[in-house]
């Protein structure tokens, strides 16, 4: 496991290659446990995330965002598949009571992208959640997982192990940080 903050933070890199191996539950554990520690407005922790590790569900997901995706692009579905392979894909909600749910979801999506780095797994930050749980397929399968339909899809997550080596990361543009007083 990686300790150092700043260097997990400064390596992390979006995988598009993932080992068909599904992801260990301790190491998941971890990652989802590291989810729930992300800041989120006023603390009232109004958030969900759902971990999808059953083959055929991983499947419908990818299905329901390349949908998504095609009718934004004007393609065809089948030339995507958004979930690159990954054997496990995580959703994140919003409740009803977030004040702040794009932020919040942005943020625990960040915590869990990190903590998976850290443990060694790949992850790629993917859009089209709020359309794919806006859907009646959506809503379905929030039923499915019993969980309310008045949960707002935010960002979703790839997770698996790295096919391949992590990119490095591009030079930093310049401009970036601005020192006042």
Known sequence: MKT????????????????????????LDLV???????????GNQCF????VQDPATVAQ?????????????????SEFCPYYGAPT?????ATDKAATPIQDGSSVTCNLTNAAHAVGLG??????????????????????????ETLQGITSVALGYPAGD???????????ICKVG
């Open 166 to 176: 992590t990119p490095a990361a591009p030079p930093r543009k310049a401009g970036l």
């Open 89 to 93: 894909v995580l959703v994140v909600f």
């Open 61 to 77: 997901l990818n299905k329901m965002n390349a949908q998504v995706l095609a009718k934004q692009a004007g393609k065809d579905p």
């Open 32 to 42: 989802l446990e590291a989810g729930t520690y992300a800041p989120n407005g006023g």
């Open 123 to 148: 992850t790629c930050w993917v859009h089209r959640a709020k359309e794919m749980f806006e859907s009646p397929e959506g809503k379905a399968l929030l039923q499915k997982w019993g969980l309310p």
């Open 48 to 51: 969900v995330i759902v971990a």
């Open 4 to 27: 150092d903050v700043l260097d997990v933070l400064k390596t992390r890199r979006s995988i598009r290659k993932f080992m068909p191996d599904q992801v260990l539950a301790k190491e």
